[in-house]
């Protein structure tokens, strides 16, 4: 058989293919004759073929028919035939293949051989794919050579030491006496692959990590080396860059983390060296910022000293002046996770961090971004907040979305003022409303209802925005919302911040409807102005304009648009008398939402109310879940729909619910969690059918309870009668009657109450606000109270109303209830 090709002349075949076809044909062709030497057990040209394989291996072709060719050349006694035999298993084998388990004699022999070289192949092969079986059998041997005296073989058995570590962490005990002496070696291949070895020690077992603290003083023999390295002077064999070995100083540092980490002892004795290295290290070259950044990751995670975090930042505030994007990034995420710690110094770099804004890197923008935003605090919000508004308005589409959530929650948590946090939401909105998250409508909604005395100017801000951009949708949701809620706000013109807008009726209408018939308006963009136009109904004159609108979409293609249109007109026709309170003002709305004044507190054995004797006392208002809960525990669909005194505070959704009354109520009186638009309800009806003024109760009968009298004071007073719903008798219906005998009309009458906790109180809304004068009429409500337990009934009630200009406000006990309304 003619001799074959030389791996060279094969190379050379190889890179003259002008095809990927025509390669493989030559590779096929000579992985054939590779085949018939080995099967003619050709010992002449085996170490060629192999090496041959081995090449077609590195460029992606299957060669795994030479493994058993590579362990003969193990077994064979040239170093030229082992050399490429190892070579080959650590290419071709690992620890997957049974083939493996035959090298383990071969390798166990020239462990124990006289050439040091043939020991060096044989600890590289066990260390880069000896299994866990492998480990065992051979760690005696490995640990053997760490004790040599030849440094060749030592920093080999260290580096194989740490694979057989990794495989069989018990061995682990095995190598500790050989680590005594690694570390006065002077080789530095030694004293490298030694630190490797030690940090793997200390990183798998906090056992070797305590006794290389205590027993083995292992920091203060890394300081003196660590030292040795900075004042040495040039030594032409390890100097790097004009750095003595820097890869060893790395490993140290490293190392010195691990053991100063919660550790005051180790801490204490390895800050001077630290503050040598930060200081004399040159930084002129990438090496040196190598090292001076483990230094700074190495004193950020031991229990340093002040001064020397201070130096640590410092350095890395240098970094951001790096003209290397590489430096810089790594300074930034650096930075970013000592931002909380040490929060004071990385202040001082705010001006670099805020210019990395503007570079060009995708990767540095974003990280900057972040740790700007970590920056912020109550006494830059300012600054910062102009700087990342700027930030937002000229950044790429793929950062607004972090960049608007990061800006609203710095401006909720750091706002100076309501006014500032609402012209910082808006311009957010302005910016980049498309991207925003879905919670940010609700969100600026319940800021600015709980703003009253900034009302009149975020509502002539937002229509002003309306009238110049109607693309950004949340921006526009918010801005329909506010404009049915303050419309008679803008129209009159109580805008004392700026100054005013002369806006007709007629111009806030044409705004709405524009939206309702805009391409860009989504389906909930639409709910928001329908719903805006028909709360203007009881701001606005424009009353049958209104009615005209709201006919119109009665047979929108829009479902949840039909929906709402259908149930206004009939709220015009069938409940007009009822449309100004359902209508009325949202009340402020509370982030979290207890069970409000219905909920009382025990105090030395009284019952207190915790919500009526804040200092601002809201509304009443419950939450929408726990009035369906209610509604639930009273019988579900037997009860007709039930409206509350006060608007629920449900934050708006994207499934289009809307923050009104009438977007949280259900059509059939069940539980109204879900939004309308989910599906049709399974009994067609409109929203308030069953409800009338003088029977709003199917299963209610008069139980020959006798009335009372709870509250009489300043002509005014009030009188409670009772009834039992059935078919639950647990449940007492109160309807109030509050009567005034004075000679003026009692205006803006609200009567709110609470009950001890084992109660359920459910409050409907009243027939009137107004209490005429000189007895010419009644204002009724009902209330619902549930009882399960029997108990005595005590309530808690609020009397608020204005008369002759006065606002009048007070509370009284009502403990005196017929037996009959509870037992």
């Known amino acids: ?158 580096l194989c030491a740490v694979h057989v570590i990794r495989k069989v962490p018990e061995l682990m005990e095995m190598f500790l006496p050989a680590t005594k002496n690694l570390l006065s070696e002077k080789n530095h291949g030694v004293l490298h692959t030694s630190v490797v070895l030690l940090t793997e020690m200390c990183e798998r077992s906090p056992d070797m990590l305590s006794h290389f603290r205590k027993n083995e003083k292992l920091v203060p023999q890394l300081v003196r080396i660590l030292k040795n390295l900075i004042m040495s002077g040039y030594s032409p064999e390890h100097d790097v860059s004009g750095i003595s070995d820097p890869f060893l100083q790395v490993r140290i540092l490293r190392l010195l983390r691990i053991l100063g980490r919660s550790d005051d002892d180790s801490s204490e004795a390895m800050n001077d060296i630290l503050a040598q290295v930060a200081t004399n290290t040159e930084t002129s070259k990438n090496v040196g910022n190598a090292i001076l950044y483990e230094t700074v990751l190495t004193i950020m995670d031991i229990k340093s000293e002040s001064g020397l975090r201070v130096l640590a930042i410092n350095i890395l505030g240098r970094f951001l002046l790096n003209n290397d994007k590489n430096i810089r990034y790594v300074a930034l995420t650096s930075l970013l996770k000592t931002v909380q710690t040490d929060h004071n110094a990385v202040q001082r770099h705010r001006s670099t961090i805020v210019d990395c804004l503007k570079d060009l890197d995708v990767s540095i923008k974003r990280r900057a971004m972040e740790l700007s935003f970590a920056l912020v605090n109550g006494n830059n919000i300012r600054g910062m907040m102009k700087e990342l508004l700027y930030f937002l308005d000229s950044c790429d589409p793929e950062f607004k979305a972090d960049c608007a959530s990061g800006v609203f929650l710095a401006a909720e948590k750091y706002a100076p003022s309501k006014r500032w946090h609402i012209d910082t939401i808006m311009r957010v909105l302005t910016t980049a409303g498309s ?6 409508v609700p969100n600026l909604i319940q800021l600015i209802t709980n703003s009253v005395e900034v009302h009149a100017y975020t509502v002539q801000r937002l229509y002003k925005a309306l009238l110049d951009d ?141 919500a009526l004797e804040s200092k601002h006392p809201p509304p009443v208002t419950q939450p929408t879940n726990q009035a369906n809960d209610l509604l639930d525990l009273l019988g579900g669909n037997d009860v007709g729909p039930v409206i509350q005194t006060n608007l629920p505070t449900k934050p708006a959704s ?54 009372m009298t709870a509250y009489n004071k300043n002509g005014l007073k009030i009188e409670f009668t009772f009834e039992r719903a059935n078919p639950n008798p647990n449940i007492a219906v109160i309807t109030i009657h509050a009567s005034n005998t004075t000679d003026a009309d009692m205006t803006e009458f609200v009567f709110q109450a609470a009950v001890p906790k084992t109660f359920q109180l459910q409050l409907l809304s009243p027939s009137s606000n107004v209490v005429p004068a000189l007895n010419q009429g009644t204002v009724t409500q009902v209330i619902r109270v549930l009882n399960p337990q029997k108990q005595q009934l005590r309530m808690r009630i609020k009397l608020t109303y204005t008369h002759k200009g006065s606002a009048v406000q007070d509370l009284a006990e009502v403990n005196n209830f017929p037996p009959q309304s509870w037992q």
């Not at 390798?107 to 492998?134: F, P, R």
């Not at 991207?435 to 940010?440: F, K, Q």
Request: aromatic fraction near 6%; charged fraction near 25%.
């Open 1 to 158: 058989m003619p001799a074959p090709i030389r791996l060279r002349e094969l190379i050379r075949t190889i890179r003259t293919a002008r095809t990927q076809a025509e390669e493989r044909e030559m590779i096929q062709k000579e992985c054939a004759a590779i085949r018939s030497s080995f099967r003619e057990e050709d010992n002449t040209y085996r170490c060629r073929n192999v090496a041959k394989l081995l090449y077609m291996h590195m460029l992606g072709y299957p060669a795994h028919f030479g493994q058993l060719e590579c362990l003969k050349l193990i077994a064979s006694q040239k170093f030229t035939d082992k050399r490429i035999g190892y070579l080959g298993a650590m290419l071709l084998l690992d620890e997957r293949q049974d083939v493996h388990l035959l090298m383990t004699n071969c390798i166990k022999n020239d462990l124990n051989h006289s050439t040091q070289y043939v020991q060096g192949l044989a600890l590289c092969t066990l260390g880069c794919m000896g299994s866990s079986e492998m480990c065992r059998d051979l760690a005696g041997e490995v640990e053997k050579l760490l004790k040599t005296s030849n440094s060749y073989l030592r920093k080999k058995a260290a």
């Open 435 to 440: 991207y925003v998250r879905d919670d940010s």
């Open 470 to 610: 109607i693309s950004q949708q949340p921006l526009v949701q918010v801005s329909s919302w506010c404009i049915g809620e303050y419309g008679d706000l803008l129209v009159s013109g109580q805008c004392e911040e700026e100054e005013p807008i002369q806006v007709t009726e007629d111009e806030v209408l044409d705004v709405l409807e524009g939206l309702l018939v805009s391409n860009l308006s989504t389906p909930v963009t639409r709910g928001y102005s329908l719903t805006a136009i028909m709360k203007l109904s009881t701001r606005f004159s424009s009353v049958n304009r209104i009615k005209k609108v709201v006919s119109i979409y009665g047979s929108s293609i829009d479902v949840e648009l039909q929906q709402r249109a259908v149930e206004y007109n009939a709220m015009f026709k069938k409940y007009d008398h009822m449309r100004p309170a359902l209508l009325e003002r949202m009340p402020i709305m509370e982030k979290t939402s207890s069970n409000g004044p219905t909920e009382m507190v025990q105090t030395n054995g009284e019952t207190e109310p915790s």
């Open 654 to 707: 994207a499934g289009g619910e809307l923050l009104d009354l009438l977007g949280d109520l259900s059509l059939t009186g069940g539980l109204a969690s879900a939004p309308a638009s989910t599906g049709p309800p399974p009994q067609p009806a409109f929203l308030l059918d069953g409800l009338s003024s003088q029977n709003l109760f199917n299963d209610i009968t008069a139980a020959g309870i006798p009335s």
